[in-house]
């Protein structure tokens, strides 16, 4: 079936840091992907996403584009703020469902 | 309402006993989830409502579990015969799912459930 693998954390940088964080799919079809993110004590909220091949979601700083050839849809950040400490899932929608990846929790220190 | 509401927000079982979770999703959404979060792990999909369609549960990882959800409203999650296995927390999600395909997911807050 459908998965989404993503590197595992906890990954920790310095502020204005460059930041990567590596997602890959499998999928039948022709899936949405997207990345959600999760700021500590709040829920889940869509950060970007990108609905078919060579497409770049982007938001906040952050971009990640889908890649059909390595089918994969790395999250980017040149410059990353303390602010952006969260954990941050990968998701693929092939069907009306959504599945995540496991997360990545990222820590910034000033 | 506003956003995905979920209750309670904590539920403290003990071993052996029933529990009853609940989602009010947004208004108009037709589709709904249920996804489970154990501590230090991915969201693991459970089940899937969209509209009067029969309900995807291929999620469920035992008959111990089961969902229902009236029409367009209000979905419970309920959980029999609790085991500490079970500790994590439940998060609810709804979709406009148009056209059978996922735009964006909106969550609640979830549920933290401890079976002692």
């Known amino acids: 079936g459908d998965s989404v693998t993503q590197m595992e954390g906890p990954v920790t940088l310095s502020e204005e840091a460059f930041l990567t964080i590596n997602c890959t799919y499998t999928?039948?079809?022709?899936?949405?992907l997207f990345w959600y993110v999760q700021y500590p004590g709040e829920g889940l909220q869509l950060l970007l996403k990108?609905?078919?091949?060579?497409d770049k979601g982007s938001n906040k700083g952050f971009e990640a584009t889908y890649r059909k050839e390595t089918t994969s849809f790395h999250l980017e950040k040149g410059s990353v703020q303390v602010s952006d400490s969260a954990v941050y899932f990968c998701?693929?929608?092939?069907?009306?469902?959504?599945?995540f990846g496991a997360g990545t929790r990222l820590t910034v220190k000033p | 309402g506003a956003g995905v509401s979920q209750s309670p927000s904590n539920k403290v079982t003990e071993k052996g006993k029933d529990v009853e979770l609940r989602c009010d999703p947004i208004?108009?959404?037709?589709?709904l989830y249920w996804y489970r979060q154990r501590l230090g792990q991915g969201l693991e999909f459970l089940i899937y409502?969209?509209?009067?369609?029969?309900?995807?549960k291929s999620g469920l990882p035992s008959d111990r579990f089961s969902a229902e959800r009236t029409g367009e409203s209000v979905s419970t999650l309920t959980i029999q015969r609790t085991q500490q296995e079970d500790s994590a927390v439940y998060l609810c999600?709804?979709?406009?799912?148009?056209?059978?395909?996922?735009?964006?997911?909106?969550f609640g807050s979830g549920t933290q459930l401890s079976v002692l």
């Open positions: 409502f969209q509209g009067n369609s029969a309900p995807d």
């Open positions: 990108a609905t078919k091949a060579d």
């Open positions: 208004s108009g959404h037709t589709a």
């Open positions: 998701a693929l929608s092939d069907t009306p469902d959504m599945r």
């Open positions: 999600a709804s979709s406009l799912a148009t056209e059978g395909v996922n735009e964006k997911l909106f």
């Open positions: 999928a039948t079809g022709y899936p949405s």
